[in-house]
């Protein structure tokens, strides 16, 4: 995945818990943060209420893995949702949108 995304000109740094990504959040801007629902220290939309708070205004894209899109989540503090399994060209389009995108041509693209 990494290497895909690289190979689409993305910067891609790797945190294991919520609290490194805090720390890198603090060091380096991004434009965009990949999260997984599930952390060793904290679960993703916990990480995702502190990232907002420490950055309000900002508009940092927000894409969480693993986690069941739902109206209460898409726009309301993250950008997209992307379920397991992972398809590399999914990510990265939730990466480039930002938002979701519920045409039928783009599920039958990722999911094939």
């Known amino acids: 995945m990494r290497a895909h995304l690289e190979h689409h000109g993305c910067t891609v740094l790797t945190a294991r818990t919520g609290a490194d990504a805090l720390l890198i959040l603090r060091e380096q801007a991004c434009g965009a943060i990949i999260i997984n629902h599930a952390l060793p220290d904290q679960t993703g939309l916990e990480l995702i209420r502190t990232v907002r708070s420490l950055y309000p205004g900002t508009t940092l894209r927000v894409v969480l893995l693993g986690a069941v899109p739902s109206p209460q989540l898409i726009g309301a503090i993250v ?16 990466l480039e949108t930002g938002r979701a995108d519920d045409t039928a041509e783009r599920r039958h693209r990722h999911d094939v």
């Open 79 to 94: 950008s997209d949702c992307v379920v397991k399994p992972l398809h590399a060209e999914r990510l990265l389009d939730a």
